[in-house]
């Protein structure tokens, strides 16, 4: 059994929740659904995000085409369209799961949709746990996941900035300076695999536990960890460097919880030097969670 991952992740970047939103349906077929966006970014030109919803029993992998409008010519009785389809993608999309293409950019006088080239079933995430485990597969730092990828479980990004771009970036953390606000966002993963009986694939009683370290000076630590009684224990910690007069500090009831879609579960709670509660957790992509906090950069005033 596959064990799907999140799809998206401008979702909660800090542009905020899309996953859903703003979505075109276009082709279907033996039930693998396609959808798209567009964005224009120039003169018959536009950025085209793919995304499948696959809701076969098993994995499939997806060969994907834009479809657009080139051109018009000209018959008795009125103008017709000339379309074709360009740029190409290609992903593996588990069972009932969901990914999104890296945006294609192609030019055209119009967007029309999305032509499934081909697709076919392909083998499961290999290794995938048969007891409940947390964050198992390996981590991606795209905005999208494909495969079987997961986010790392803990990033930090300015509010104004974006999230990790690569391994060296996440480990290297953040400089920020007093007045900065911090985003902190924990991923939560449940890898066992969805067919699994319950009494062993479900992680029961998850717990995250936050760390903002407060001492003034030029170097300070956010961490986070999490496990259940029947799982292992996933802690990270990243650095936040800032000047040497300076702390950080936790925004109070900055805590917000979203589920794997982008849905917002709950919000206005504290989270950061605390423990917090999540229960028992399912595995599958559905059940999968994000947490987010803000930290604010402050001087010590004497």
């Known amino acids: 059994m596959s064990k799907p991952t999140f799809a998206v992740l401008c979702l909660l970047m800090v542009c905020g929740p899309v996953v859903g939103q703003g979505w075109t349906r276009s082709q279907k077929q033996d039930e693998i659904q396609t959808f798209y966006q567009t964005e224009k ?3 018959n030109v536009f950025d085209v ?42 992903m593996v999309v588990p069972s009932n799961a ?42 991606t730092f795209r905005d999208a996941t494909n495969e079987c990828q997961i986010f790392p479980p803990l990033s930090l990004t300015l509010t104004e900035g974006g999230w990790p771009r690569n391994e060296a970036e996440w480990n290297s953390g953040v400089t920020a300076k007093a007045g900065d606000e911090i985003l902190v966002r924990i991923y939560i993963d449940n890898s066992a695999a969805n067919n699994s009986p319950a009494e062993q694939a479900v992680a029961k ?14 170097e300070h630590t956010v961490a986070a960890s999490f496990k259940g009684d029947n799982t292992n224990t996933v802690a990270k910690a ?61 001087t010590n005033r004497k």
Not at 51 to 73: C, F, G, I
Not at 207 to 214: A, G, H
């Open 41 to 43: 970014t120039g003169a």
């Open 49 to 90: 995000r793919i995304k499948v919803d696959n809701r076969r029993p098993k994995a499939v992998k997806v060969v994907l085409a834009v479809e657009q409008e080139t051109s018009r010519y000209i018959m008795p009785g009125g103008t017709y369209p000339i379309l074709g389809t360009r740029g190409r993608c290609e």
């Open 98 to 139: 969901t990914r999104i293409c890296d945006p294609i950019t192609v030019n055209a006088r119009r967007i029309t949709g999305v032509k499934i080239i081909d697709w076919k079933n392909v083998d499961d995430c290999p290794h995938t746990p048969l007891v409940a485990t947390l964050n198992f597969f390996p981590i």
């Open 205 to 218: 009683n998850v717990t995250v536990t936050t760390s903002v370290s407060r001492e003034i000076g030029t």
């Open 238 to 298: 990243v650095p936040v460097r800032t000047g040497a007069n300076e702390r950080l500090e936790v925004i109070q009831n900055s805590g917000e919880l979203f589920d794997a879609k982008g849905q917002l579960i709950r919000n206005n709670f504290s989270l950061g030097n605390n423990l917090y509660r999540i229960g028992d957790l399912y595995p599958g992509f559905e059940t999968d969670l994000f947490l987010f906090f803000k930290i604010k950069v402050s």
